[in-house]
Antibody, heavy 120, light 108 residues
Framework: DVQLVESGGGIVQPGRSLRLSCAVS????????MHWLRHAPGKGLEWVAG????????DYADSVKGRFTVSRDNAKNSLYLQMNSLRVDDTAFYYC?????????????WGQGALVTVSS | EIVLTQSPATLSLSPGETATLSCRAS??????LAWYQHKPGQAPRLLIY???YRATGIPARFSAGGSGTDFTLTISALEPEDFAVYYC??????????FGGGTKVEIK
């Protein structure tokens, strides 16, 4: 079975940093692009960042560009999101998600989510 | 940026009825459209990809179609577990994608 398990969420003050991890199993991780998406309270789904299978391409939503960094370790079947300069409006459930292919940009498996709360 | 507009915002129906959800794109997305189901406290679930293909394990009561700018998701004979929020999502090419605002299907 495909499994994606996020960790690293929590409560953090504005301006501080947090690192999310996503441990993956059940499929050949090295063959697929991976993504981070989020769902803020009262809002819709938002794509945050994506990384291709070989880490050659990494891209970000405008709302997080310059503050967040996505990375992966194919040897460890793990995906990461380093979040710096956090803002109150970054508060959301953060999901890691598997791409259908390497750059298909549709998401066929999702983790259960990690809650990030940015508050003073 | 391609904007997706979903309608209606809320659909109030009874179990056994049919739900018809609409997603309209501000410019053509070809057939590159997906539909997701999202329940509170759960991971979103891919229902449909490439406009009309059911994802693995999705029941046949979920069907979808459309191309270009107008797309529809139909849920026939609503089951109690189908009451949720549904999102459409388009992609053009890496890294350009966007989600619609969602349609909530609630129990009448």
């Amino acid at each position: 079975d495909v499994q994606l398990v996020e960790s690293g969420g929590g409560i953090v003050q504005p301006g501080r940093s947090l690192r999310l991890s996503c441990a993956v199993s059940g499929f050949p991780f090295h063959g697929y692009a991976m993504h981070w998406l989020r769902h803020a309270p009262g809002k819709g789904l938002e794509w945050v960042a994506g990384i291709t299978s070989d880490s050659e391409n990494k891209d970000y939503a405008d709302s997080v560009k310059g503050r967040f960094t996505v990375s992966r370790d194919n040897a460890k079947n793990s995906l990461y999101l380093q979040m710096n300069s956090l803002r109150v409006d970054d508060t959301a459930f953060y999901y890691c998600a598997k791409d259908i292919g390497d750059q298909w940009l549709m998401f066929d498996h999702w983790g259960q989510g990690a809650l990030v709360t940015v508050s003073s | 940026e391609i904007v997706l507009t979903q309608s209606p915002a809320t659909l109030s129906l009874s179990p056994g009825e049919t739900a018809t959800l609409s997603c309209r794109a501000s410019q053509s997305v070809g057939h590159y459209l997906a539909w997701y189901q999202h329940k509170p406290g759960q991971a979103p679930r891919l229902l449909i990809y490439d406009a009309s293909y059911r994802a693995t394990g999705i029941p046949a009561r979920f069907s979808a179609g459309g191309s270009g700018t107008d797309f529809t998701l139909t849920i026939s004979a609503l089951e109690p577990e189908d009451f949720a929020v549904y999102y459409c999502q388009q992609r053009t090419k890496w890294p350009l994608l966007s989600f619609g605002g969602g349609t909530k299907v609630e129990i009448k």
